[in-house]
Structure formats: C-alpha cells, structure tokens
C-alpha cells in the first residue's frame, strides 16, 4: 500500500473578476476568469495515529493547523463520505503567499483531497471530487483543475478555457494580507445604492486568452474588487504605479489582494520588472512566473 503521496497544486490570478450585487444570501454572483500561475504549495499526506497538519515556508506561522485548515476539511469530507478515519498527517510546503489573493488555501484543500483519494485508493469520479472542493470553498474547484477557466456563480461553476500561447507574470507581495470577506463588504458599502451590473466575462478577453496575445490580454484585464482593495490597502496603488512605470503590459490586484499582478511582454521583461518592484520599496518581494499552469497533480 502506498504511505506517503504528494501533490503539487498551483496559485492562481483572476485576469477577470466581474461581481455582481450582494445577493439575499450575502453572496455574489461573479464572472471570474481564472489562470492557474506557476507558483505552487505541495501537500503531502502520510498515514497516521490521528489527524494532524503542519506547514513549513516564509509564511507558515499565518496558516492555522486546526481542523479549520482547508487541507484538513479536504481530509474530513472525503473520509466521511467512504467511511475512513481521517488518520493522517498533512504537510503543507508553502510558497503561495497566506491571504494573498491568490487562492492558497484553496490549493492546499484540493492538494489534500486528491493526495488523501491516492492514499486510501477510494477513487474518487472527478466529478465527486469537484463536488467536495465546490462544498469547501468557491476557488477549490479550480484548483483541482489548473489551466484556465471561466468561473460563474459564486465562482464554483467552471468550464476549461483554452489558452493559446504563455503569459509571463511578476507578483508582488504586500507587508501583510486583506481578508477576502472584508474586501466584499467594502465592495458592498462602495457600491451601496448604485445598481451594480450582471457580471459577465469579456469576450476580447476570452479571445486574448486563445490567441495567448499579451497585448490583447493587458487591455482587457479588469477586477472589479480592485477600488475595494485599495480602500482598505491605499500604498498598493504605489505598487502598481512602480510595476507600470517598469514596463508592465498591465497592472492590477490579484483577487481580493493585497498580492498584485504584473503582465510582462517576455521572460526578460518579467525579470527587470521584478527587480524595479524590490527595489522601489512597495512590496515584501516580487516572484517571477508563467501561466498556464497545470491544475493539482500527484508527484
Ligand atoms: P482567495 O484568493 O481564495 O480569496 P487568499 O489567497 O486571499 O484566498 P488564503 O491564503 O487562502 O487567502 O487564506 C485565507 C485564510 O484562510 C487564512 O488567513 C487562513 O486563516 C485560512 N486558511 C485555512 N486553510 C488554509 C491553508 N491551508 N493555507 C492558508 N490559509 C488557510
């Protein structure tokens, strides 16, 4: 039997995310278009005596190691549904920033659950697993499935995008992190009273995707939860205005934020914009990287 299984899962940036109004259930309808990025947490999951989680990497100590753990719940459920004890030991290698807007806990909930599905062989459907991740969290889904995916209703509802060329990225992370509920309800108090519009994907944008045309993409980018990220985080204006001034085809908050997104025209380009972000003092440090990535996978 095998006792000890890996999976690496990736980060993502939302290229597109369009939000609609504050529904009778507090929740959003979104039109977000995701693209897995080349920066990635590894979950390894051993057989144990009880279930335990422990996480190494720069921001370890932010990660809770309680059954609140999106790797740990990832566990949970699926023991649950085949009548398993949870008994494992999850270790969480982390290199997706903590609260950084670019879905870590999501990846690590859908690492765990498919390390945890190789480990016990229950073999799951695919679609079972999409199930369990859309219960833990609206981004899991997506990162069970990397690539590029246009993401509707609270973001759960997913279909593959084709994605014609490579994008290179820099992202810069900030002194610390936003939680995403209170970015909605910033969002919410911004747009009180106006009448907010359905959320729909840009087919410009779709159509830069499929070309893997950087150009295209950069002048069709948009995050509607920008304005509420930067009210409640004001210098990641700075930091955008430094990635821009460097060369970047485009800038904008990743997600929720604080982490912020930069399209490069070229590796190279990445590089020195990279360099110009560390330097100008805005951000903690800045990683290059490509997309797309590939979604969840056994090592
Ligand atoms: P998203 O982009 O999906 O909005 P995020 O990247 O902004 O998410 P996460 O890193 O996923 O934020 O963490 C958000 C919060 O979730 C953390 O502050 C932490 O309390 C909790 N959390 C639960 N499980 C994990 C995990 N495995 N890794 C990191 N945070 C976790």
């Known amino acids: 039997m095998t006792e000890t299984v890996t999976v690496r899962v990736p980060a993502k940036v939302n290229v597109q995310l369009a939000v609609g109004g504050a529904r009778p259930d507090g929740f959003h309808d979104l039109a977000n278009v995701f693209l897995a990025v080349g920066l990635y947490d590894e979950v390894t999951v051993t057989a144990a005596d009880e279930l335990r989680v422990t996480c190494a990497g720069p921001d370890a100590a932010q990660v809770p190691l309680d059954r609140t753990n999106l790797a740990a719940r990832a566990a949970v459920e699926l023991a649950r549904r085949y009548g398993i004890d949870p008994a494992v030991h999850l270790h969480i290698d982390k290199d997706i920033p903590v609260a950084g807007g670019m879905a870590g806990g999501s990846a690590d909930g859908a690492g765990a659950l498919l390390a945890c599905d190789a480990l016990w062989g229950t073999n799951a459907s695919r679609d079972e697993l999409l199930g ?5 969290g609206s981004d899991v889904p997506f990162s069970l499935v990397g690539g590029a995916a246009l993401g509707t209703g609270r973001g759960e ?10 994008f290179h990225w820099v992202f810069a992370m900030a002194e610390r992190g936003l939680s995403t509920p209170a970015v909605f309800r910033e969002f919410d108090r911004m747009n009180h009273g106006l009448r907010v519009p359905e959320p729909v994907a840009s087919q410009d944008l779709l159509d830069a995707l499929a070309k893997g045309d950087a150009g295209a993409l950069a002048r069709t980018v948009s995050n509607d939860l920008q304005p509420a990220a930067l009210s409640l985080f004001p210098a ?10 460097a060369g970047a085809l485009a800038a904008l908050v990743s997600g929720s934020g604080p982490t912020t997104a930069f399209l490069a025209p070229d ?3 990445a590089k020195t914009i990279a360099g110009a972000l560390l330097a100008s003092g805005t951000c903690r440090s800045a990683r290059v990287t490509q997309s797309p990535a ?4 056994v090592l």
Do not use: H, K, N, W
């Open 294 to 297: 590939p979604g969840a996978t």
């Open 132 to 136: 369990i991740c859309a219960e833990l």
């Open 236 to 245: 990641l204006a700075d930091t955008l205005a430094a990635g821009r001034a």
């Open 267 to 269: 590796a190279g380009s």
């Open 157 to 166: 509802q997913l279909r593959a995008l084709e994605v014609g060329g490579t």
